[in-house]
Nanobody, 116 residues
């Protein structure tokens, strides 16, 4: 059974940095892509960034130049380096992965709060 486990969330002041980590395990033959989404109460979950097995990356306009996604999909891991954090980055961040024959899996979420 595939599981995604996130870590690294927390409270940080505006302008600060955090790094999120996600590791996938259990019954994995191939990972096609991994990414990070975020959600605030009352709003839809939105893509933050993703990375495909060939190395191509994609970012939401709101985080370009501040966030960097990286990872080794062969080792089932992905990271999100978040710099110059703003209060509007406050959300629950979810790891997502497209695994095996195109199935999508989600982590349990990790809270990121940007506040002074």
């Amino acid at each position: 059974q595939v599981q995604l486990v996130e870590s690294g969330g927390g409270l940080v002041q505006p302008g600060g940095s955090l790094t999120l980590s996600c590791a996938a395990s259990g019954g994995i033959f191939r990972i096609y892509a991994m990414g990070w989404y975020r959600q605030v109460p009352g709003k839809q979950r939105e893509l933050v960034a993703d990375i495909r097995s060939g190395g191509a990356t994609n970012y939401a306009d709101s985080v370009k130049g501040r966030f960097t996604i990286s990872g080794d999909l062969a080792k089932n891991t992905v990271y999100l380096q978040m710099n110059s954090l703003k209060p509007e980055d406050t959300a629950v961040y979810y790891c997502n992965a497209e695994i095996n024959w195109g199935s999508l899996y989600w982590g349990q979420g990790t809270q990121v709060t940007v506040s002074s």
